[in-house]
């Protein structure tokens, strides 16, 4: 079970496979869902955006749960197969248990595919670096919970890993980022000199500058 901000009026939990969202004293529902089942997770995420009774911060929460619990079903229903990052080469792998085996056919299937890559298709002349190598967008395997929570900015986002770090690794992680252009180096120089990296609470909006 878990408490939505900031005084846990709003509870959020998984009983006899079922999600359930609803009120700490009154016991009003405001949705249940099948966890297990990506089409209903996805409806949930929907209507978890419409509901009048959360604000934005406990919206956020309760997308974040969501996704946490859908993360942890078992016996998944088949979710729509759509490509998760329509550009991104698409290949075969047969031996899925393996980081090492050299049995990869690229294939433009959907159906085929076992995996997304993060290597760019070369559809697009933008999609080659200067040195007519092919670019890459990051896709990664993260062993740990992690949040994408939209920022107020429309198609800017905010990433939360829960994975504990040093500083100084963590420097170089933000570093390498910036030199990519995955982060400003603004935002990087300004994080170092402060000792920590810091976003916009959801329901913050950014200040208006002149």
Known sequence: MAQLPPDGEWLIQQNDG???LFHRYTEEQLLQFDPADANATAKAQGEIHALEELDA????FAHFWCGYF???AGGRVEPDRRHPMPGNVLMRVDDLGSYETEARVETADL?????VTSELDGSHLEDFGVDGEPLHRPVLDLDFPAALI????PEHFHLYLNHAVTWAGYVELLDALAKVGVL????VEA???????????????????S
């Open 18 to 20: 079922v999600v359930e």
């Open 57 to 60: 911060e406990q919206k956020s």
């Open 70 to 72: 859908h993360a942890h």
């Open 111 to 115: 159906n085929a595919a076992t995996i």
């Open 150 to 153: 939209p920022s107020s900015t």
């Open 184 to 187: 400003e180096p603004s935002y």
């Open 191 to 209: 994080s170092k000199r402060r000792g920590y990296t810091a976003v916009r609470l959801p329901w913050i909006a950014k200040a208006a500058t």
